[in-house]
Nanobody, 125 residues
Framework: QVQLVESGGGLVQAGGSLRLSCAAS????????MGWFRQAPGKEREFVAA????????LYADSVKGRFTISRDNAKNTVYLRMNDLKSEDTAVYYC??????????????????WGKGTLVTVSS
């Protein structure tokens, strides 16, 4: 089992920045690809970003490319999502996920092994 706990959400003005963190406990963190999803009110969950087990490869949704950066620190069992130039449409609950596999399956987000409970990001315009 892997437990994931997100933090760092909050209220920010449009154009501002936030850094989300996801702390993992349980099985070896470095054995999992990690990623972020989000779900806005009344909308489907959508993929945001993913990072490979070693951190040398990343994936991003087109909507966040150039503004968000995913990274991980395997020594701290933590994955981060740095969000810059935030827009009102970035308002959502952000969820951390973990899976032993990495790659295009992350875009759909189906069948991933573990999920956190989410942290709310609200961007005011």
């Amino acid at each position: 089992q892997v437990q994931l706990v997100e933090s760092g959400g909050g209220l920010v003005q449009a154009g501002g920045s936030l850094r989300l963190s996801c702390a993992a406990s349980g099985r070896a963190f470095s054995g999992y690809a990690m990623g972020w999803f989000r779900q806005a009110p009344g909308k489907e969950r959508e993929f945001v970003a993913a990072v490979s087990r070693t951190g040398d490869s990343t994936l991003y949704a087109d909507s966040v490319k150039g503004r968000f950066t995913i990274s991980r620190d395997n020594a701290k069992n933590t994955v981060y999502l740095r969000m810059n130039d935030l827009k009102s449409e970035d308002t959502a609950v952000y969820y951390c996920a973990a899976d032993v596999l990495y790659g295009s399956r992350w875009y759909m987000g189906d069948g991933l092994d573990y999920w956190g409970k989410g942290t709310l990001v609200t961007v005011s315009s």
